[in-house]
């Protein structure tokens, strides 16, 4: 396996409903490494969102520990987090969350502003990342007057811009048709390949399973199941 | 960045944007209209109170009190030469006595006020006495207000009986003839007053060479035998009336702003509430919470500051226009002001500047208060848009 990106120890998460608790992950341990591209594969309700936001630094286990390259996110204040998903983590949505009062290029651009740096210092990478994700001739739209499928493409340019070492991809095809999830797919493939950004998705979409090379079920808010396309695999 | 994303976001509210810069506009209007007409009003309440009535301040007979008729016969003295020899035009001599008037078979107990008749310091409309001889004859020429004409039934050209005491106690009583309906701004000296020549008062009463005040224009410093009342003794149950009144107009002053306020936050907790995937969305990239809110509060200064652009624009062509046409008070006739004509807004450039600026930060604190929570919010919830239900 590559050099560890994430480890998940036991990780366990329980949410309060009402007066009742629910446990939406039991002891979930794994390990990432970079340049994965991975999917949490599983029904709703299995954790697959959880995970990512557990991940991604949005949310803290109950129990367990996040470590990401060693540094445990138990440990960060919630401005470390902030720092830690904006040097580190592209998020891509079901509902590609675009900022609609900005055009494409503002959306694009706008990760590397909170990075501190200067539009002028970095237009032009902008402008490649549009054109990459096949957006040339809409840079100057705002999200509203794109379909969805060119949003996603938004969203997937606005979260690789930065060159992040991780991107968290929740259910990015779950609004959009066959075709269109088959471009996004296609095109996050070869950004991975390209960028060797870590990809993990959550997902119970079939299609993204033809893509993926490695995929985690789970199930009840355990891991059932730990597939690698190279054959191997781990059944918990 | 917070500047840009904040003036996109603010462009974007579209009509809440506008109705709520429109309501702390015309907020900002109504305040400045409020405080510059009541400081028009008490200007020239306290101006025509100075002009008819109390000019620099009165040197008084000691112990006068105008609301004790029945004394005001014994408390009279004569003219001392420090206020005898003064201009006409920087005293007026007064004596004020008690009378009763017949008129229509009815006793109307009145005050006679003599008055000198080439003293031009007060603004009297008295003219109609000054052609007579300086000794009353079989009637006595006497001037009425507006007021005083219409409680009295009196008209120009009527006589009228007047009974009053002199100086030895005798009772008196002769006709006087109303030469005159004068319009007298200040209600308490229209009503239930009855102007006479100096002269004949004094000659009426025998009370040669006496007076019960002298108004001057300016302190003269002690004068022996007589004490000094300033404008604010004077004037002061009108300053009280101003005082009340500058209290009430800081009770609607607190409406307004309560509903500027009320607005600006109600607009604030939708906007929170509309987007919140947003809000969300800014947390998953990595902006920190404080930041969201410094947005969301610049989102507040812009509305104001629009707010201020657009009362300028508004406002300013108003308070122009107002400022030629004023406002027609003459109903205030039969109120106890001394004000009955039109009065004009006195725009005080401090006064404005304070007040604008405590709409605009109560403005900016209303934008604040409710964004305060974003710093509290679950970044997973707001994502899904349940953060705040």
């Not at chain 1, 740096?117 to 096949?134: A, C, P, T, Y």
């Not at chain 2, 020429?141 to 039934?153: I, T």
Request: charged residues 20%; neutral net charge; glycine residues 8%.
């Amino acid at each position: 396996m590559s050099e560890t990106l994430i480890t998940l120890e036991r990780v366990s998460k329980v949410y309060q409903v009402g007066e009742e608790n629910f446990t939406a992950l039991n002891g979930v341990s794994l390990e990432v490494g970079k340049g994965a591209f991975m999917s949490f594969v599983g029904p709703s309700g299995s954790g697959k969102t959880t995970l990512l936001n557990l991940i991604g630094g949005l949310d803290r286990p109950t129990s367990g520990s996040v470590l990401f390259q060693g540094a445990n996110l138990e440990n960060m204040s919630r401005e470390q987090l902030a720092a830690y998903r904006r040097d580190n983590i592209g998020f891509i949505f079901q509902t590609y969350n675009l900022l609609p009062v900005y055009s494409v290029y503002e959306n694009v651009l706008f990760p590397l502003i909170l990075n501190g740096l200067k539009e002028s210092q970095v237009r032009e990478r902008v402008e490649n990342m549009v054109v990459k994700v096949g957006l040339k001739d809409q840079i100057n739209k705002k999200p509203a007057q794109l379909s969805g499928g060119q949003c996603q493409r938004v969203a997937i340019a606005r979260a690789l811009v930065k060159d992040p070492l991780l991107i968290l991809a929740d259910e990015p095809t779950a609004n959009l048709d066959s075709e269109n999830s088959y471009q996004v797919l296609e095109l996050m493939r070869e950004l991975n390949h390209e960028y060797k950004a870590a990809v993990i998705f959550s997902t119970h979409d079939e299609k993204v399973t033809r893509y993926i090379r490695r995929e985690v079920r789970l199930e009840d808010g355990k891991v059932s199941w730990d597939k690698h396309r190279n054959g191997s695999e781990i059944e918990t | 960045m917070n500047w840009n994303i904040a003036n996109k976001n603010f462009y974007r509210q579209g009509l809440r944007a506008f109705l709520n810069v429109l309501v702390t506009a015309l907020s900002i209007i109504a305040l400045i209209f409020m405080l510059s007409l009541l400081n028009g009003f008490q200007a020239q309440a306290t101006r025509n109170l100075v002009l008819t009535d109390v000019g620099g301040g009165h040197y008084r007979a000691p112990g006068f009190d105008i609301l004790t008729p029945t004394e005001w016969e014994d408390i009279t003295m004569p003219v001392p030469d420090v206020l005898g020899n003064l201009l006409a035009k920087d005293k007026a001599e007064v004596l004020v006595q008690q009378g009763q008037l017949y008129p229509n078979r009815r006793l109307f107990p009145v005050q006679l006020r003599g008055i000198a008749m080439d003293q031009s310091l007060l603004s009297l409309p008295l003219a109609g006495l000054k052609s007579f001889e300086d000794k009353p004859g079989e009637t006595i020429p006497a001037v009425v207000g507006v007021k005083m004409a219409r409680k009295a039934h009196l008209k120009k050209g009527d006589t009228v009986v007047l009974k009053w005491r002199d100086k030895g106690g005798a009772v008196d009583a002769r006709d006087i003839l109303i030469v005159d309906v004068g319009d007298i701004i200040n209600p308490r000296i229209d009503d239930g007053v009855v102007w006479l020549r100096l002269d004949h008062l004094r000659s009426m009463t025998d009370r040669d060479g006496e007076v019960s005040w002298v108004a001057v224009r300016e302190y003269l410093g002690p004068v022996q035998g007589f004490e000094f009342h300033g404008i604010e003794i004077l004037m002061s149950d009108l300053l009280a009336l101003l005082r009340q009144d500058r209290i009430n107009s800081k009770i609607l002053w607190g409406i307004l702003m309560v509903l500027v306020c009320t607005s600006v936050f109600n607009t604030q907790i939708l906007n929170i509430f509309k987007r919140q995937k947003e809000i969300g969305t800014l947390m998953a990239l990595g902006m920190e919470p404080k930041r969201i809110v410094s947005i969301f509060t610049l989102e507040g200064v812009l509305g104001a500051l629009w707010a201020l652009v657009l009362a300028v624009v508004l406002g300013v062509p108003f308070f122009i226009w107002f400022h030629g046409v004023g406002f027609d008070v003459t109903h205030l006739s039969e109120a106890s002001f001394p004000i009955r004509e039109t009065i004009y807004p006195d725009y005080q450039p401090r006064e404005i500047l304070v007040s604008v600026s405590i709409v605009l930060a109560l403005s900016i604190a209303s934008a604040w208060v409710p964004v305060r929570k974003v710093t509290r919010l679950d970044p997973t919830l707001a994502l899904r848009g349940r953060a705040i239900t």
